[in-house]
């Protein structure tokens, strides 16, 4: 006799078993294809001449490249590259604050850095929101935890 454990149920026709995803790793994950995205869409405007000569003048996006800039733009980037990592070991209540909050302001701050911008930047910044509002949905339905799943 073979137990239900043996053989978990399936999803109907596929043959494969459900594998429910801990809203932590998929926090984590959204939060590292942001950054994969980040990185590409400014890597790729490196090939734009036009780019390329306001960085050769010091002035990126109507912005002085200053000691300033450059710290704030680190900043700016290492809060999501700090998710990947705080979505794992946050409180769960810490966690859906930040996640919520980060992610509205980083969708705003993205909406509004896309105006006048190319399609290849926009359609970057799209795919960046995106991502942004999946954290926002996946923190604001993070599970409850229930009496039985406590004394478990």
Known sequence: MTTRAENP??????????CPVNVRIKLSGLWTALL?????VDIFSLYRPDFRAGVEAG??????????????TTIYVVIPSLMVFVT???????????????????????AAGAVGEWSYYI???????????AIVH?????PRSTAAQETA
Request: aromatic share 10%; proline share 6%.
């Open 138 to 142: 996946q923190a604001r339905t993070w």
């Open 59 to 72: 002035q990126v996006g109507g912005f002085a490249v200053t000691q300033t800039f450059l710290l704030a």
């Open 88 to 110: 794992l070991v946050a409180p769960p209540r810490v966690n859906r604050i930040a996640n919520m909050a980060l992610g509205v302001v980083y969708a705003l701050t993205i």
């Open 123 to 133: 359609a970057g910044s799209a795919v960046e929101v995106a991502l942004l509002a």
């Open 9 to 18: 149920p399936t999803i109907a026709g596929t043959g494969f078993a459900p």
């Open 36 to 40: 994969l995205v980040f990185a590409y």
